[in-house]
């Protein structure tokens, strides 16, 4: 059987998704593609062999027989557009993050409860050999009890003015620090209770005039009392800098990639080598392998690797954060989930 | 236009390339697959969505329109059969290494040659990110000019005894060496005219029943005075391990992989990383590379990144030194190509 | 001219310090030793042929003629011994920190100074190779203007509980962080001016017993926007784990040394190489440099390269973080200097 | 008991053991030094705090009581100096190699027995804690049985034309390989017994004016089986490269220090870090460590580390190699050492 997929967003991240279906996964069909850039969607269209062409994603839905949809527009539309998917009854991938607030993730997450279809979310490192090695030695016990989380978190260089409004990327820290956030749970099995960020506009003063900031540290406290460290940063210039540390009782581990390319140069000025461009080049076959995985996730109707709720869960910590860098404060993730739906009635237990 | 394409051999080495051709590589489609072996024919047919299965190549080349043959054939048939699909006027892949004797050589190159259609030889090292740089870097004259060439190539373990045999792999030099000694041309820009070679059967005893050795070290001498040796083992328990350095009066470039998953593991024992456990995962981009690289060589007419005469000076090279071996002595290069018709004729003075 | 020292204090690091000044520092000769604990004075005289040792430093300094003391008691007595040093007219090389107390800080300072006297504080990591680049590195420019700083401060177990104790060792963040708090200013040629600290004992419990902790994680912000996170842990099982990093806006440095012995062991189980012990065999070269230069200062009559001042800034650092953490919130360096003489009037303006 | 020690060669080696000797060896004093360079001796004897120096080894000999002497001298005069020194009844610690031929190496080695003192060469590598846990985890079995050896040995710069000439250096195959000769032995624990060179001089054709050349590849057959390569270089431009392998049937270790300082740079061109400069700083501490297990070795009278006859087995190498390089084809140990008065009856036998 073929899944029958739409693809919602034919930006950059839409780009990346549509080769990873086209090229790289088993099992699915790209039936249709939707962008309000008629221009962006027809060359899409072309380019990955897709057989139908939308500027509304809505006339996609309502038109075009799917099984599932790829959701890869701004955030800011994220909620709709999940809604509306949920509503034509098909199965939802979201790229990361699930919303822009958590008021978003809960009418995401309700309406595909409601509507009965998988909801996934991006969170891909999830996917990414060294990250699943690093899960599975934890729970093998190769290291003890883990007790404190490390993330490091740059780009090589800063986004368009356009995309880093708080509005648009939701600000430095939960733009950067989303995917950090997740492996600060998943990785070390328990939850942050509290968070408290610094952070700077340095490097690039053009981003304080659309409010935003090129470097940040955050500081995790969790309920069982371990304790992590992350920072973000636009300013790697010297390349694409994800690296990731548990330590435990017993040992610890460490992620990362510096090197892209496996040659050496040695010469009089030392020994060098390149280093990793970009979140593409870093991890392009965790891209696949997460799109893999949902499609497997829906002919087997399981849970998604990556729920709603785990998603909700690193978009609280980030906002957060981000309040903690407002207000010159540590911030309780009690705080931010205080007007939550959730919070009070979960919906497990409601269902 | 869509490049039809008939794979020969559906073997452990076939079945990589099929995988290749139909997931990796666009512009391609694979229209037949043919195989002594029935099971694997129709196997490889049905794993791979290929149309048509064949028990015997020269039926499908008389029956199925094909652009171009990939050969993954036993070594010792790829002569033969290269030149059957010449003589039915398509485009040769084969994979490396050209033939098992330099006659075999020259009767492939011959026969491409006579009936005007391209001949590529998969030394796929070529196409790895890795060995391009330092081939990049070497003609950017980052390390001056070369003096050094030194070559590792060592298996995790040892072949079936079966194919250790010297009539089918060609004995442990060249079937290890033959990429060794291609790099020892490629990456030098210079002519290797001298060798000798040492080896031992010391960890797979059964190996020297079949005439075989498990380690071997060859020096290399070339014509301009450059210098190198190569070792190759079948006894890297540890993983694959193919590193490759030039030595140049300005510097020097080491390519390598020793890591395959990002991922450190610290514990009182010592900092731990894995290893590269077999070429497929080592080379797996490379091979795609490698295809892609042809199909555009037979669309845009022009030569092969590796022509059979390349392959032949790289088998040249694995002779001698398996001669060496045998004989105990330095050989000449010229040596082996005593008989050749090449050496005293080249193809493209009689043309 | 060769300087005669008394060293005051025959402990671990005492020991330490006998060591380099009798085997790895040229013009200086150990002329005394005292220590309360008598075998332990009477065992370091015998060892490193030191001719008088003490159970009172008092009436060392007051029998034998010396040109400076080293201090390497415990840190609660630091500024009492440096004040009866400093009034004996010698002058004075201190391990680190200065003192446990920012009253202790300024006491010992304003001693020194009233006597006239060097006063040189360990922060032996200024004298590493490693941060010796990093800093000439930076201060060339190679990575631009600096705008975050990061330092992983691991021990690879306990102290004893008595050590422990916060009126001893002054708790985990001043402990093991000090040396961080230097590098922080050092490095990044700015002023921390506020901290926030979270901390658990979550390994060793019986920590807890005695007032301390065995993790924790503190964020920097400076005066000029610059931010920072410091990590700090008794539980580096694998080794000890010293890492510093500055991200600049043209580039980052890192500082770390992983591994002890420069080999490497590849077997089935992966490749694993040893790690670093602990902080004697980390900086062996760097306690030998700190007291040459201590030494060079005397000589020349010049300024040490860590005066009391500096010393007196990183512990303000400490003591802030070490606030925080009690009190739950962000503590700005102003806080606890508030009391503090040279907040308002520093000695140089009064001299 | 102090021993009592003086020094022959004042030259650059000289100096580096003048130094290890007064400042890292505890229990021993230089009480002379002898250099037909007057100024280089008495320089020494300033620097070094040595109470005489002449300029006539034979005369410090006779004049001045020694325990030892630690000969320093250029290579061709190495078996005169011993055999000097031993008829004085002095124990000998000379540098490497032991002598400039197999004749040297067995007159020195006759007049050591003869006259009943210690004879160690200066093979430091043995004492380099890398080199020691090769050695120690080969024999605990870490790496099975070892199959495979391999050396780098590349200086970074060309010697004086004065050094580099046959009768003074060896040429460079004796001279940079010696060491690895040695460690071929003692790492593989078994015997070479044929080898095969080719060299080159392509970077500095001066050197082929005194007889030399600047880079060369040897291969090793063992009496066992095992195999092996060395390469030696002049131009490793990019700092001094010593590297060591040893291949077994269960694993592999690699033994090489590429970077000095533990700091990295990362800007837009990469990823890079310094590399070592020289000998004297790769292996400063085992110079030390050699000296110290010579003077414990007098002390406790034991046999060296290092005894005449394992330099001689190395020598043999080095002069078989050489003998390849210039004849053309692979020499059996045996054939030099033909001519040999321990060849046919060892002085074990004979004592």
Redesign the interface.
Known sequence: MTMRIGLIGAGRMGKVFAHTLA??V?GVQLAAVADPDEAAARDAAARYHIPAWFSDYRRMLAEVELDAAVVVTPTGTHAQVIQAVAAAGRHIFTEKPLADSLAGCDAAIAAAEAAGVKLQVGFMRRFD???L??RQ?IEAG????P??F?GVG?DPGRPSLEFARRENSGGLILDMGIHDFDLARWLMGAEVD?V????????FPELQEVGDI????????YSN?????I?V?R?????Y?IRTEV?????????????????????????????VPNFMTRFASAYAEEIRDFVRCVLEDCEPAVTGREARAATAIGVAATRSLDE???VLISEVLGGSLWKKQPPSASA
Chains 1, 2, 3, 4 share one sequence.
């Open positions: 090229f790289s088993a050999p060294a990250y090695m690093a030695k190769a290291i003890g009890t007790v404190m490390k740059r509290r408290y960020a610094e952070g700077s506009c340095l490097v090129d470097n940040a540290v955050i500081n995790l406290h009392g371990a304790v992590g460290n920072d940063s300013n790697a210039l010297y390349g800098d330590l435990g009782s017993e040992g610890a581990l460490r992620i990362g990639k510096d090197q892209l390319t496996d040659t050496l140069v040695l010469t009089r000025a030392g020994i060098t080598h390149d280093t010159g404060r540590p």
